[in-house]
């Protein structure tokens, strides 16, 4: 079997449940078993891991500056423990084994309560060996609704993966392969969209949520069938909405579109052997009355704008095969240590603004992500740019961000290919 053809031969549209009521304030999410169709209908299902009997997970939608608690049972016959990818929560709930919590055991339950800062798109995932968790399918989307509803006919979520697998559907159960690791890190032998349930016309102006839930994938989209601006990245409202040709996404990148339908939207990921179709929102009927006022941006978000630094780190990352520096005892490194160590990368004041140079000196790409807070990404002439949770910086370059450390608590930071994480790309910050 050819994994590449595989990978490029076919495309399905599924629907992503709603289970939860909008603006719900309470949900219970148990990770179990599950069996899905993540192949196209009529081809095999999958055996895999979720929540509440689907994969990706049930979308939580939630109100901004709202309470919610999310009991998450654990029907897993291992460890767990869940991650709200992009919130700015308090540390306790934060969701990182030995960092922030005890592992939730099989057949516990844990409480997560907090208080969404951010209206935007976010998602949850296992923290707890993520590599494999994630990759078996321990995601969902989670929603942070805006005070007043954006002027969109339909508001569609489409969470994007890839995963190992077999022609019939049956994952391939190798998480941690050295070779991969070393590499770009475990990649699918298929990928698709799942999309949140819509009826799109002709003429319709819709918000797309994407949110690249692949472990290790790196996506570049091409969307056809419709025209539009990029609103937000990472959940965080773009200050003027921006034209767009490809996107690229790393993993955990998550980039909100708002778009005029013209025919089907297409999602499509661009790849040296030509557009790999992720999936499609079939557009029926004909909006007549279609919105014709440019697109407007989302209300900006609550983060200020950033200060002057009185601190500058550098954070080189190493490791890797064909010839990345190496340091460390483990294949992948930042600063020359591997892993989680007793003793903070930084250590900062609550409030204190921290310029980190992130230095790519391996021949791979790396999505950093940091927790808890999102940074400014600094142009090359030390501009400032766009606010993100999870940067995407490629071999042999550097990136300049700007972090307000205003959230106290113990948060990771660490590359979001998960294989390169588990592989040793990972350490963590204190704001005291
Ligand atoms: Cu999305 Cu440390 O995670
Ligand atoms: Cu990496």
């Known amino acids: 079997m050819n994994r590449r053809q595989f990978l490029a031969s076919s495309a399905a549209i599924g629907l992503l449940p709603r289970q939860a009521i909008a603006g719900s304030s309470m949900y219970r999410l148990r990770a179990e078993e599950v069996t899905s169709q993540v192949l196209p209908a009529g081809d095999g299902t999958t055996r895999m891991l979720g929540f509440n009997g689907s994969m990706p997970g049930p979308e939580l939608r939630m109100r901004r500056g709202e309470r919610v608690t999310i009991d998450v049972e654990n029907g897993l016959e291992e460890g767990t423990a869940v991650h709200w990818h992009g919130i700015r929560l308090e540390n306790s709930m934060d969701g990182v084994p030995v960092l922030t919590q005890n592992i939730i055991d099989p057949g516990d339950t844990k409480t997560y309560s907090f208080v969404p800062p951010d209206a935007g798109t976010f998602w949850y995932h296992s923290h707890y060996i993520s590599h494999e968790q994630v990759a078996r399918g321990m995601m969902g989307p989670l929603i942070v609704e805006d005070d007043e509803p954006v002027d969109v006919d339909h508001d569609i979520t489409a969470v994007l993966s890839d995963w190992l697998m077999e022609r019939d559907g049956a994952l391939i159960e190798e998480y941690a392969d050295r070779h991969?690791?070393?590499?770009?890190?475990?990649?699918?032998?298929?990928?698709?969209?799942?999309?949140?349930?819509?009826?799109?016309?002709?003429?319709?102006?819709?918000?797309?949520?994407?949110?690249?839930?692949?472990?290790?994938?790196?996506?570049?989209?091409?969307?056809?069938?419709?025209?539009?601006?990029?609103?937000?990245?990472?959940?965080?409202?773009?200050?003027?909405?921006?034209?767009?040709?490809?996107?690229?996404?790393?993993?955990?990148?998550?980039?909100?579109?708002?778009?005029?339908?013209?025919?089907?939207?297409?999602?499509?990921?661009?790849?040296?052997?030509?557009?790999?179709?992720?999936?499609?929102?079939?557009?029926?009927?004909?909006?007549?009355?279609?919105?014709?006022?440019?697109?407007?941006?989302?209300?900006?978000?609550?983060?200020?704008?950033?200060?002057?630094?009185?601190?500058?780190?550098?954070?080189?990352?190493?490791?890797?095969?064909?010839?990345?520096?190496?340091?460390?005892?483990?294949?992948?490194?930042?600063?020359?240590?591997?892993?989680?160590?007793?003793?903070?990368?930084?250590?900062?004041?609550?409030?204190?603004?921290?310029?980190?140079?992130?230095?790519?000196?391996?021949?791979?790409?790396?999505?950093?992500?940091?927790?808890?807070?999102?940074?400014?990404?600094?142009?090359?002439?030390?501009?400032?740019?766009?606010?993100?949770?999870?940067?995407?910086?490629?071999?042999?370059?550097?990136?300049?961000?700007?972090?307000?450390?205003?959230?106290?608590?113990?948060?990771?930071?660490?590359?979001?290919?998960?294989?390169?994480?588990?592989?040793?790309?990972?350490?963590?910050?204190?704001?005291?």
């Open 180 to 432: 991969s690791v070393a590499h770009a890190g475990l990649l699918g032998t298929f990928a698709r969209a799942f999309f949140s349930p819509s009826d799109v016309r002709v003429g319709d102006r819709i918000r797309l949520r994407l949110i690249n839930a692949a472990t290790n994938r790196i996506f570049p989209l091409a969307v056809t069938g419709a025209t539009g601006r990029i609103v937000a990245l990472d959940g965080m409202a773009l200050p003027e909405p921006r034209a767009f040709d490809q996107i690229m996404m790393a993993p955990a990148q998550r980039v909100d579109l708002v778009l005029d339908v013209s025919g089907s939207v297409k999602l499509d990921m661009m790849s040296r052997q030509g557009p790999y179709e992720l999936g499609t929102i079939e557009a029926e009927g004909m909006n007549a009355a279609r919105q014709s006022a440019p697109i407007a941006a989302l209300p900006s978000h609550a983060i200020p704008a950033a200060a002057d630094p009185s601190k500058h780190l550098t954070l080189r990352m190493m490791g890797g095969a064909m010839g990345g520096r190496h340091g460390g005892d483990n294949i992948w490194a930042f600063n020359d240590v591997s892993d989680l160590q007793s003793a903070p990368f930084g250590a900062f004041k609550r409030g204190e603004t921290a310029k980190i140079t992130l230095v790519n000196d391996t021949s791979f790409p790396h999505g950093i992500h940091l927790h808890g807070h999102h940074f400014h990404e600094l142009g090359e002439d030390g501009s400032s740019g766009d606010l993100r949770d999870t940067t995407l910086v490629f071999p042999n370059q550097s990136r300049d961000i700007l972090c307000t450390f205003d959230n106290p608590g113990k948060w990771m930071l660490h590359c979001h290919m998960l294989s390169h994480a588990v592989g040793g790309m990972r350490t963590w910050v204190e704001v005291v």
